[in-house]
């Protein structure tokens, strides 16, 4: 295991702010760690978190994969991960993704995807690399440069400037239909669809049952792969 996660909880004025991430890492844990420890925590002192909360999660982001960057020895300057989060700000959800772990929310009983896999075959991907003079070439599965599978991570110095850590953001209002957010590294939606997984989240009772029960499916299904999974439980207004 290479995974960490980090759940964290504050007030500001008057908004709760609810975070939570999951962070799968490569070539090591150590890039997954500093994240656990470092990327909520810089996200939280940016100035503009609640005034401009999206151009606050890039920055962050970009600035937590610098600092890593600027830490890391020359042992780890392979190790990389990717992070895959959720930032409750009030009533307003954002869903900040780096690499191929995945968000998907239950929403009136349905199953949506909130967050797309950076993989180097998306053809928007495969075009940022290349332009930024990489080379994306299949060698069991799509990889930058031969060696990652997937096209954007925290870390991977070897690897710069076309493998980023640059997020993309999705926004969603919290209204009564959401139920239930998942976040899991992609040991668990390699051998899991996101419709199943909503459908296994809804047969537990409490979401921390529901997390564990997702990662012993996962494993059950021969997943040989990082997995790790928080299941996030919405309480409706009544």
């Known amino acids: 295991m290479e995974d960490f996660y980090d759940m964290r909880s504050s ?7 609810n975070l939570f991430g999951v962070f799968d890492g490569h070539g090591g844990s150590c890039a997954a760690e500093y994240l656990k420890e470092h990327l909520f925590e810089n996200l939280l002192k940016h100035p503009s978190f ?10 962050s982001y970009m600035k937590t994969d610098s600092d890593f960057l600027d830490a890391e020895t020359n042992i780890h300057r392979e190790a990389g991960s990717t992070a895959s989060t959720a930032i409750f700000v009030g009533n307003h959800l954002y869903v900040a993704n780096v690499g191929d772990s995945r968000a998907v929310i239950s929403k009136a009983g349905k199953a949506i995807v909130l967050s797309d896999d950076h993989k180097p075959d998306r053809s928007d991907e495969r075009e940022r690399i290349e332009n930024a003079g990489g080379v994306v070439t299949f060698s069991g599965t799509w990889r930058v440069g031969g060696v990652l599978a997937m096209s954007r991570a925290f870390g991977d110095r070897l690897l710069k400037p076309f493998v980023v850590a640059e997020p993309e953001i999705q926004e969603q ?12 590294s992609d040991g668990l939606w390699d051998v899991v669809s996101n419709e199943h997984a909503v459908a296994f989240v809804k047969e537990e009772v409490g979401s921390e049952a529901a997390a564990r029960k997702l990662t012993e499916i996962a494993f059950t299904r021969g997943s040989a ?11 409706r207004a009544k």
């Open 11 to 17: 007030k500001m004025g008057a908004k709760n702010i």
């Open 50 to 59: 609640i005034t401009d909360t999206k151009t606050a999660i890039s920055e």
């Open 173 to 184: 209002e919290i209204d009564d239909e959401l139920e239930y957010l998942i976040l899991a």
């Open 225 to 235: 792969d990082n997995i790790t999974c928080i299941v996030v439980e919405f309480h």
